[in-house]
């Protein structure tokens, strides 16, 4: 069975401070694909990022950053400098057979100008 | 590029109704899905199309809800009849190839009373 666990259900930092959200995944299958969407206030989701189980590179662009481990199972996600336009609802999903999407329950982060 | 537009964005009915959600995706994307994500809950996925085909459709809650892609392009999904528990949010995606990244629409959000 395929699980996407995100402990944090909301996090708030203060303008300029690095957050680390969490997502720990579980799946037996050897292929898989791991993803991060963010949900901003208007509900649209927003695809950030996409990973696949063969590339354990960690990948950086701007203030994002993204920490794939498949010795532990994590696929975390970091904001450095976060900013008031950060706030939002962030969602980790893991795919295996290419078709459906298993979903946390999301991270609302809200930055505190 | 147009992105997946949903409507309507928000759905009010009374229980033992009847309401038909509509998707349209992004152009030229073979697959569409439907999620759903009820309060504070994760999103879950509800089925799959590759065109007009219902490729899976593991996800459908019950026989209360049908979907259909008629021509292989825009999707509807009709709830009939509406039961409280059905209330949340209602979200399309589409996407090029499987494995590749959904694009999702705002949803539509249902509230049966």
């Known amino acids: 069975a395929q699980k996407v666990t995100q402990a944090q259900t909301e996090i708030s930092v203060v303008e300029k401070e690095d957050v680390t959200l969490d997502c720990v995944y579980e799946t037996r299958d050897t292929t898989y694909y791991l993803f991060w969407y963010k949900q901003p206030p208007s509900g649209e989701l927003v695809f950030l990022i996409r990973?696949?189980?063969?590339?354990?590179q960690n990948e950086i662009s701007g203030r994002y950053s993204w920490n794939f481990q498949k010795s532990t199972s994590s696929f975390n996600f970091t904001i450095t400098a976060s900013q008031v336009v950060d706030s939002a609802v962030y969602f980790c999903?893991?795919?295996?057979?290419?078709?459906?999407?298993?979903f946390g329950t999301g991270t609302s982060l809200t930055v505190i100008p | 590029e147009a992105g997946v537009t949903q409507f309507p964005s928000h759905s009010v009915i009374e229980k033992g109704q009847t309401v038909t959600l509509r998707c349209d995706p992004i152009s030229g994307h073979d697959n569409l899905y439907w999620y759903r994500r009820v309060m504070g809950k994760e999103i879950k996925f509800l089925l799959h199309?590759?065109?007009?085909?219902?490729?899976?459709e593991s996800g459908m809650p019950n026989n209360r809800f049908l979907a259909e892609r008629t021509g292989g392009t825009y999707s509807t999904l009709k709830v009939q009849p509406a039961e409280l528990e059905d209330s949340g949010v209602y979200f399309c995606a589409s996407s090029q190839d499987l494995g590749n990244e959904q694009f999702f629409g705002p949803g539509t959000r249902l509230t049966v009373l």
């Open positions: 999903a893991l795919s295996t057979t290419g078709n459906q999407f298993y």
């Open positions: 990973r696949n189980s063969f590339d354990e």
């Open positions: 199309f590759v065109k007009e085909s219902k490729q899976d």
